[in-house]
Every structure is written in structure tokens, then in C-alpha cells.
């Protein structure tokens, strides 16, 4: 069984977003949610698509669209390898070029041969060499893609006043070391009161949000060429042997492979 294997691809004209291709890959992925929108083809085997719309089972050529903030995951189906790619294209970029505050898919999974080519074609790397003409012609696809796929949502609404104070300072310092009690203290709440409510509101408990924040800024830091030790004391992992665990579970690879998968 070949060896799996993960790139990353990066082009200087288009900064606002990043390529993962996978290869015979049989990580299962904890319940995790991007920073970004993501464009998905499963290319071999089969997976199991986790979301609040699921589960769904996923074969080669289905497309998943994913919005910022939707937490998901994804397990290989009897641990058996399989191939993807995954788009991740910056939010705000996404809302200046429709015109929208926010974007909303109705279909998280979709089995459609049209729409499969057409990602399929989005969710390939661009040359070095590509020209202006080219990375006009990609934009403009990526934006219609976006614009027929996705519905104007009204952005997601502020959680009750009596949460915000915490999740106010969880997203300003996604580092910090802030107890429980003490987010509970911020909120007025007993600590256990504060976990239903926080659970409650996100769909996971508060040390499950932090790290997800931690991981999607260590991961931000890293392509931009932090050093893994430097990257893993700034987001307050407590080492980094810690910082690679936990990107493994969420990630599929080390942070230092995926540092090394940047192309």
C-alpha cells in the first residue's frame, strides 16, 4: 500500500487561499471547524462526511462544502485509505467578491456530476507559471462556483450577552490559560451552568472551542514560517511534542509536515 501523503499549495497571486491534496490517507479527523470556506472532491475510497446535517457517506467524485465555523469530521470507512482535496478560501475575501456579509450552503454533500467536474477543476494547483489570464480565469470560476452553490445568510447572530464576554476574550487570546471557573466568573455563572450554556450555543464544550482556535492560529502561523517551538509557546500548547498531538488528531499530519507540505 503506497505511503499517504499530504501537500499543501500556496500561490503568491491568489493569498487568500491554500490547496490540500491527500493521498491514500487513513487518519479519522476529530470534530474540528475552519476559519475559512472549503471546497472538498474525495478522489478515492470512501469516507464518512460528520456534520450537523449528517452523517453522509462519501464515495470518489462527491463534493462537500463546508462554511466557516461548521464543525465536521471525516472517517475512512473500515480504516481504508482514500485521496482528497480541499480548498480553503478566506471568508472575507469570499463576502468582499459576492457582495454579502455572509454565505450559506443548503447541501453540505453534494453527488452531482457538473458540479464535481467544476470543483475538480478549482481544486487543482496553479502553476508557477500561470499567467494573469489565468489566475483571472480561476478567480472568476472560484466566484461563480461560490455564488451558485451558496445562498446570502445573514451573519451568524451575537450569542447571548450573558456568553460574550467569554468567547469575546477565548477569540482575542485563543493562548491563554483562563480557567473555567474564571470564564464562568466572567459570565456570572456556577462552572457547570456555564458549560451547558456554552455547550449549548457553540455545540462543544469550551476546551474543545479553545483548541480548535489555538490549532486554526498555529496553523496560520506556521504557513507563514514560524518555527514549531516559537509557534507552539505563542499558542500556549505546553510543549511542542503537545502541539503536535493535538494537530495530528485535528490535522491528519504533524505540524511540522505540514509546514514542510507548503508549496
Known sequence: MPAPSHQFHRHPATPWSELRISHQSCYSYRLHAHAQYSIGIVDEGETLFLHDQGPEALKAGNVVLIEPGHWHACNPETSQPWSYRMLFVQAD???????VSALH?????LD??????WADQLCRPLASESTASDIQSHTQSLREFMRLLGST???RTDPPHAMLSALQHMHSNPEDETSVQALALRCGMSPSRFIRRFTAITGVTPGAYRLNLRLNAARHLLAQGQPLAAVAHQMGFAD????????KAHHALTPGNYAQAIR
Not at 475575501?93 to 457582495?99: A, D, I, K, N, P
Not at 450552503?105 to 454533500?109: C, M, Y
Not at 511542542?240 to 494537530?247: E, K, L, N, P
Open 153 to 155: 445568510a445573514q451573519p
Open 105 to 109: 450552503f443548503t447541501k453540505h454533500a
Open 93 to 99: 475575501w469570499v463576502h468582499q467578491q459576492l457582495g
Open 240 to 247: 511542542q511534542s503537545h502541539m503536535q498531538r493535538t494537530f
Open 112 to 117: 452531482e456530476p457538473d458540479i464535481s467536474r
